[in-house]
């Protein structure tokens, strides 16, 4: 029916809190049926940034240009810090430490590419396992961003191929006979706004660690391309990962 659009969408508008208004433009006349979830995630950090020391701060880009952020500063206070092979990491916790932002910043002379193309699981757990706890200075870029894409190639590059082919998929378990429906798209949406306060998610960097004085707390300055992710603790679930190349486009 086309009037399911705004089924649709006014369902996925409520379950990511406005965030994400629609994902349905139109039902083409062969659609059978949708299958749709939403995760939407909203955490205040456990200790915030200062708003009014946030100020504009240069952050260095891939191509060896240069950007203007907004850098958010928060005073010496608890985290949790990792140092890897080619990087360093954060875990910024939200509320009562339940969830965390970590934060992956390739060294100098690593890119944040080659850093993603290494993160193994292997890598991941060492990381989630060997963090410890310090007390630093935290410097991290303001950022918002949407995404979206069409998942059909990259599903069908990890094996799915057969159930985007019509005549071949076999989804009788849902319908009909082998061969009568199969799967014609798959979309993905992604909003995310990083600020003071916490971080607000719904989906459908040289980092200098050193000693700023003799008297003075360590410095964690986030000033070009990481990896970052919003993880349940302690299952270790990742809600949402991504990889930031410019905070300011």
Request: aromatic share 10%; net charge negative.
């Amino acid at each position: 029916s086309p009037d399911a659009v705004s089924t649709i969408n006014g369902w996925v508008n409520t379950n990511t809190n406005g965030k994400i208004p629609t994902i349905v433009d139109a039902i083409p006349a062969s659609m059978v049926m949708y299958l749709i979830n939403a995760i939407y995630f909203k955490g205040a950090w456990t200790y915030q940034f200062d708003k009014s020391q946030t100020q504009p701060a240069p952050f260095q880009l891939n191509d060896g240009g240069e950007a203007t952020v907004q850098m958010m500063h928060r005073g010496a206070a608890p985290a949790r810090f990792y140092t890897g092979d080619g990087f360093r990491a954060a875990d910024l916790a939200y509320g009562g430490d339940a969830y965390s932002m970590t934060i992956l910043l390739p060294d100098a002379g690593e890119s944040v590419d080659s850093l993603a193309a290494r993160l193994s699981p292997d890598v991941w757990d060492a990381m989630a396992s060997g963090f410890s706890q310090d007390s630093a200075e935290v410097q991290l870029p303001r950022f918002r961003l949407t995404y979206k894409l069409t998942l059909n190639d990259v599903l069908k590059a990890l094996g799915m191929g057969v159930a985007f082919e019509g005549g071949a998929a076999d989804l009788s378990g849902i319908a009909g006979s082998p061969g009568d429906l199969f799967i014609s798209e798959v979309k993905h949406k992604t909003f995310l706004d990083v600020n003071e306060e916490g971080t607000e998610a719904a989906a459908v960097t040289s980092v200098g660690v050193g000693i700023v004085c003799a008297c003075g707390p360590p410095v964690f300055r986030v000033d070009r391309p990481f990896l970052f992710a919003i993880r349940e603790r302690l299952s270790g679930t990742i809600l949402f990962i991504g990889k930031i190349t410019n905070p300011a486009a």
